[in-house]
């Protein structure tokens, strides 16, 4: 069982940039997909963002690409989600999640094991 915790969430004003950190208790982080997905009040949950085991690849929501950012460190057993540029639509509780798997995906289905979640709110 991988325990996920989340942190960084916030009140930020619109154009304000923000980072999410999500730290598992995963021994071997370094054999997880990793994704970032939010949910904002009255919808479903989104696909944000999701990084490959090794940090070279990634994939971003179009809502999301050219403003958002993720990496990780997995001497840390971190992953990240820098958030730039930030839009009130962008409010939302942000989850991490992890698959024991090779291929990034953005099916939330697909994914293993999940945080708590932190919530991001962005005034305009």
């Known amino acids: 069982q991988v325990q996920l915790v989340e942190s960084g969430g916030g009140l930020v004003q619109a154009g304000d940039s923000l980072r999410l950190s999500c730290t598992a208790s995963?021994?071997?982080?370094?054999?997880?997909?990793m994704g970032w997905f939010r949910q904002a009040p009255g919808k479903e949950r989104e696909f944000v963002g999701a990084?490959?085991?090794?940090?070279?690849?990634?994939k971003y929501a179009d809502s999301v690409k050219g403003r958002f950012t993720i990496s990780r460190d997995n001497a840390k057993s971190t992953v990240y989600l820098q958030m730039s540029s930030l839009k009130p639509e962008d409010t939302a509780v942000y989850y991490c999640?992890?698959?024991?798997?090779?291929?990034?995906?953005?099916?939330?289905?697909?994914?293993?094991?999940w945080g708590q979640g932190t919530p991001v709110t962005v005034s305009s």
């Open positions: 995963e021994g071997t982080f370094s054999n997880l997909v």
């Open positions: 990084i490959s085991r090794s940090g070279g690849s990634t």
């Open positions: 999640a992890a698959r024991r798997a090779v291929v990034v995906v953005v099916n939330p289905h697909l994914y293993d094991y």
